[in-house]
């Protein structure tokens, strides 16, 4: 257990985790979260840092781009309609995450895992 937390705390953070992996694609906020589990925004927020060493935010994003990697490499949906399907707004800030965490664009990351499965 992480230093001064709970398991009243630690059970809401779970909570929380738990609504972001299977609500990834829904617009989420900090503060209808925090209500949900009866946490200050703010609390949740640091809470969240200390327990998974992330912010709730930065987790939900790397979640979305998971979900757009495996959509990428297993529909034949465009990027823009994957990046909508996992709950971004705009295909701009969609790419720019996408690239953040892994390394290449959405177009090149679906063209070498296509390329790789075909070798």
Do not use: C, N, W
């Amino acid at each position: 257990m992480a230093s001064g937390q709970d398991l009243d705390t630690l059970a809401r953070l779970r909570r929380v985790r738990d609504r972001m992996d299977r609500d990834d694609a829904r617009p989420l906020d900090i503060e209808s979260l925090a209500r949900s589990v009866h946490l200050s925004a703010g609390h949740l927020s640091r809470q969240f840092r200390l327990a998974y060493g992330e912010s709730p935010y930065a987790y939900l994003m790397t979640r979305r781009i998971e979900r757009a990697m495996t959509l990428l490499r297993s529909t034949p949906a465009t990027v823009t309609e994957v990046s909508f399907a996992v709950g971004y707004q705009s295909l701009g800030t969609f790419s720019t995450r996408f690239r953040e965490l892994v390394g290449v664009s959405p177009s090149v990351y679906r063209r070498t895992t296509h390329e790789q499965r075909e070798s």
